[in-house]
Structure formats: structure tokens, C-alpha cells
């Protein structure tokens, strides 16, 4: 999938299915999140909205994915992160549309994610080159994602302390 310009009706995207998950998970969700480039106005992003969920515990959310599932999420388990639930789900062309990341309240890939986005919305700077990259890397499908590791990498360390230093998550 091609990286795109940002566009201003992914806000509404996500409110919209968040208002979905909310629905189908009840009082088993603590908190859900835009997060990924798609929440970063301005930078090239794949057109797929990434959220990610607070659940008081992995079992609410596995005793809540027949109800997601429901809704039209693919349950994938912790697709290679241990901790995580992960779904997604994919519009009736069979284009992935959003991804769902569910973590257990005081999981440190909570404050990974959300320290990463808070920090490029507060740098554009950092963004701008985080787009720059993806728009190099895009040549390159089958490699994009492990290509940009490392820089999301030494971004995320960035902040992760910079959200350390004002007391974030």
C-alpha cells in the first residue's frame, strides 16, 4: 500500500470507528487512541487508521472479541508482540482500512506509542523528516517497514524521554 499525503477526514475516520470499538467492548475499555501517522497532520502516511486500545486486563479483551469481530475486525492475537491483542479490518473492496492495538493498562507500549505520536505532533520538524524517509522508502514496498525501524527507533527513544522529562504517561 502506497504512502499518501495526510488527509484532514482521517480525524473523523477515527472518532467514527473509536465510537465502534467503544460500542462492542463496554465497559471492558479504559481509553482508546489515534495513533500512527495518520494522527501526525501534515506527513505522508498509509491510508490505514491505527488506534490503540487501554483494557483493564487481556482477558476483557479477549471475552470482548466475538463483539469486535462482530463489527468486521480480524482477531490476529499478539501478532508478534507479546502483551498485545491485535485486529484489524479491511472495508468491503478488501483494502485494510484500521489497525487495533489492545494493551492492558500500565503496559510500556502504551507510552511507546503514545509518547512517539505526542512527540512528532510537538516537532514538526522531526515529522517532516520522519515523512521525508517515508517517501524515499515507498520505492521500496516490500522493505518499508523494516527500513524505517531504525529511525522510528531513535525517534521513539527521543520520545520516550522527552515525555519522561514532563511527566507524560
Not at 479477549?62 to 502483551?83: K, Q, S
Amino acid at each position: 500500500m502506497p504512502v499518501v499525503p495526510h488527509h484532514p477526514g482521517w480525524a473523523a475516520d477515527y472518532r467514527a470507528e473509536a465510537a465502534v470499538i467503544r460500542s462492542a467492548t463496554g465497559d471492558k475499555l479504559m481509553a482508546v487512541h489515534h495513533i500512527g501517522s495518520t494522527a501526525i497532520p501534515d506527513i505522508l502516511a498509509k491510508p490505514i487508521i491505527d488506534m490503540l486500545a487501554v483494557v483493564r486486563s487481556l482477558d476483557a479483551i479477549d471475552d470482548a472479541t466475538p463483539a469486535l469481530v462482530a463489527t468486521g475486525y480480524e482477531a490476529m492475537g499478539t501478532f508478534g508482540i507479546e502483551g498485545r491483542r491485535y485486529f484489524r479490518k479491511h472495508n468491503g473492496a478488501g483494502v485494510r482500512t484500521h489497525h487495533l492495538h489492545v494493551f492492558a493498562a500500565g503496559s510500556p507500549h502504551i507510552a511507546r506509542h503514545l509518547a512517539f505520536r505526542d512527540y512528532l505532533l510537538a516537532h514538526p520538524d522531526r515529522a517532516e523528516a520522519y515523512s521525508d524517509l517515508k517517501r524515499a522508502l515507498a520505492v521500496d514496498p516490500a522493505s518499508y517497514v523494516e527500513r524505517k525501524g531504525p529511525f522510528v527507533l531513535a525517534v521513539q527513544a527521543e520520545a520516550l524521554a522527552w515525555a519522561a522529562a514532563r511527566g507524560d504517561y
